[in-house]
Protein backbone atom coordinates (compact mmCIF):
# COMPACT_ATOMS: atom_id res chain seq x y z
CA UNK A 1 0.00 0.00 0.00
CA UNK A 2 0.98 3.44 -1.17
CA UNK A 3 1.91 5.71 1.52
CA UNK A 4 1.52 10.12 0.68
CA UNK A 5 4.99 12.09 1.19
CA UNK A 6 3.21 14.81 2.00
CA UNK A 7 1.33 14.53 5.64
CA UNK A 8 -2.02 14.56 4.69
CA UNK A 9 -4.25 15.63 7.36
CA UNK A 10 -7.08 13.46 7.32
CA UNK A 11 -11.03 14.51 8.19
CA UNK A 12 -11.86 12.55 11.44
CA UNK A 13 -15.50 13.04 12.17
CA UNK A 14 -16.62 11.58 15.59
CA UNK A 15 -20.06 10.58 16.02
CA UNK A 16 -21.10 12.95 19.25
CA UNK A 17 -24.75 12.08 19.01
CA UNK A 18 -26.14 10.08 21.96
CA UNK A 19 -28.83 8.00 21.00
CA UNK A 20 -31.23 5.69 23.06
CA UNK A 21 -29.93 2.51 21.73
CA UNK A 22 -26.23 3.95 22.85
CA UNK A 23 -27.56 4.83 26.45
CA UNK A 24 -27.59 2.24 28.78
CA UNK A 25 -30.38 1.25 30.24
CA UNK A 26 -29.37 -0.20 33.86
CA UNK A 27 -31.95 -3.23 33.72
CA UNK A 28 -32.01 -5.15 37.26
CA UNK A 29 -29.38 -7.53 38.81
CA UNK A 30 -26.06 -6.71 39.96
CA UNK A 31 -26.54 -3.53 37.89
CA UNK A 32 -29.34 -2.55 39.69
CA UNK A 33 -27.90 -2.91 43.15
CA UNK A 34 -24.65 -1.26 42.01
CA UNK A 35 -26.30 1.87 40.42
CA UNK A 36 -28.55 2.39 43.36
CA UNK A 37 -25.28 1.95 45.95
CA UNK A 38 -23.82 5.41 44.03
CA UNK A 39 -23.82 8.68 46.14
CA UNK A 40 -27.32 10.66 45.50
CA UNK A 41 -26.74 14.72 44.05
CA UNK A 42 -27.13 17.44 46.18
CA UNK A 43 -30.50 18.53 44.39
CA UNK A 44 -31.68 15.29 45.05
CA UNK A 45 -30.92 15.81 48.32
CA UNK A 46 -32.31 19.05 48.69
CA UNK A 47 -35.75 18.27 47.15
CA UNK A 48 -36.57 15.53 49.30
CA UNK A 49 -35.69 17.22 52.47
CA UNK A 50 -37.68 20.41 51.62
CA UNK A 51 -40.74 18.21 52.68
CA UNK A 52 -41.15 19.47 55.88
CA UNK A 53 -40.72 23.39 54.70
CA UNK A 54 -44.21 22.70 52.78
CA UNK A 55 -45.76 22.14 56.07
CA UNK A 56 -48.25 19.41 56.43
CA UNK A 57 -49.68 19.84 53.18
CA UNK A 58 -47.41 19.85 49.76
CA UNK A 59 -48.47 21.97 46.66
CA UNK A 60 -49.06 19.85 43.70
CA UNK A 61 -45.99 22.25 42.30
CA UNK A 62 -43.45 21.22 45.50
CA UNK A 63 -44.54 17.28 44.25
CA UNK A 64 -43.66 17.65 40.65
CA UNK A 65 -40.82 19.62 41.52
CA UNK A 66 -40.01 16.42 43.77
CA UNK A 67 -40.80 14.09 41.31
CA UNK A 68 -38.61 15.46 38.65
CA UNK A 69 -35.89 15.38 41.46
CA UNK A 70 -36.25 12.12 41.18
CA UNK A 71 -36.36 11.27 37.46
CA UNK A 72 -32.77 13.84 37.19
CA UNK A 73 -31.51 11.46 40.05
CA UNK A 74 -31.96 8.30 38.15
CA UNK A 75 -32.42 8.98 34.53
CA UNK A 76 -31.24 5.72 33.65
CA UNK A 77 -33.56 3.21 35.82
CA UNK A 78 -37.66 2.97 34.91
CA UNK A 79 -40.18 4.29 37.29
CA UNK A 80 -40.84 0.61 38.63
CA UNK A 81 -37.40 0.45 39.69
CA UNK A 82 -37.80 3.63 41.71
CA UNK A 83 -38.19 3.40 45.68
CA UNK A 84 -41.69 2.92 46.85
CA UNK A 85 -41.23 4.97 48.96
CA UNK A 86 -38.92 7.63 51.04
CA UNK A 87 -39.10 7.89 54.81
CA UNK A 88 -37.48 11.10 56.83
CA UNK A 89 -37.34 12.65 60.47
CA UNK A 90 -39.95 15.45 60.64
CA UNK A 91 -39.29 18.70 61.71
CA UNK A 92 -42.30 20.14 62.39
CA UNK A 93 -41.94 19.49 65.79
CA UNK A 94 -43.92 17.68 68.56
CA UNK A 95 -46.10 15.58 67.74
CA UNK A 96 -45.03 14.44 64.46
CA UNK A 97 -41.97 12.53 64.40
CA UNK A 98 -41.55 11.26 60.62
CA UNK A 99 -43.06 12.04 57.51
CA UNK A 100 -43.21 9.64 54.33
CA UNK A 101 -43.49 9.96 50.49
CA UNK A 102 -45.23 7.61 48.49
CA UNK A 103 -43.15 7.54 45.36
CA UNK A 104 -46.10 7.59 43.08
CA UNK A 105 -46.47 10.95 44.96
CA UNK A 106 -49.89 10.44 46.06
CA UNK A 107 -49.29 10.32 49.48
CA UNK A 108 -46.79 13.23 51.22
CA UNK A 109 -48.09 12.83 55.18
CA UNK A 110 -46.77 13.97 58.16
CA UNK A 111 -46.94 11.06 61.26
CA UNK A 112 -47.17 11.00 64.93
CA UNK A 113 -45.03 9.07 67.52
CA UNK A 114 -45.98 5.61 68.01
CA UNK A 115 -48.66 5.92 64.81
CA UNK A 116 -48.46 2.95 62.28
CA UNK A 117 -46.81 3.82 58.79
CA UNK A 118 -48.30 2.07 55.64
CA UNK A 119 -46.58 -0.37 52.87
CA UNK A 120 -43.38 -1.48 54.34
CA UNK A 121 -42.39 2.34 55.32
CA UNK A 122 -42.36 0.84 59.19
CA UNK A 123 -38.98 -0.79 58.17
CA UNK A 124 -37.40 2.44 58.07
CA UNK A 125 -38.75 4.25 60.82
CA UNK A 126 -35.91 3.60 62.91
CA UNK A 127 -33.50 4.43 60.28
CA UNK A 128 -34.94 7.97 59.17
CA UNK A 129 -35.01 8.61 63.36
CA UNK A 130 -31.05 8.04 63.46
CA UNK A 131 -29.07 11.33 62.67
CA UNK A 132 -26.93 9.96 60.50
CA UNK A 133 -29.25 9.99 58.02
CA UNK A 134 -30.87 12.77 56.01
CA UNK A 135 -33.92 9.66 54.48
CA UNK A 136 -34.53 6.50 53.81
CA UNK A 137 -35.52 4.94 50.59
CA UNK A 138 -37.64 1.92 51.01
CA UNK A 139 -37.17 -0.50 48.23
CA UNK A 140 -38.93 -3.87 48.26
CA UNK A 141 -35.89 -5.82 49.57
CA UNK A 142 -33.54 -2.75 50.88
CA UNK A 143 -33.39 0.27 52.64
CA UNK A 144 -30.88 2.60 51.68
CA UNK A 145 -30.27 5.00 53.96
CA UNK A 146 -29.17 8.46 52.34
CA UNK A 147 -26.81 10.40 54.49
CA UNK A 148 -26.04 13.91 54.14
CA UNK A 149 -22.94 14.05 51.95
CA UNK A 150 -25.42 11.64 49.37
CA UNK A 151 -23.19 8.60 50.34
CA UNK A 152 -25.68 5.08 50.61
CA UNK A 153 -25.87 2.35 53.21
CA UNK A 154 -27.50 -0.46 52.29
CA UNK A 155 -29.55 -2.51 54.39
CA UNK A 156 -31.02 -5.71 53.31
CA UNK A 157 -34.30 -7.90 54.34
Known sequence: ???PLINVKQDIKLDTKITTASRTKVESGVML????RQKRSKAYIEAV????????TTTQSKKEEL???IKNEFPDLEPYQYPLGI???CYL???FEVHTLDISLDIIRHYK???SLPNQMDRGRSLALHPSYEFIEIFSDTLRAVGKSGNV???KG
Open 93 to 95: GHP
Open 153 to 155: SVI
Open 1 to 3: MRR
Open 49 to 56: TQLDAGGI
Open 87 to 89: IAK
Open 33 to 36: DKRL
Open 113 to 115: QGE
Open 67 to 69: LNA
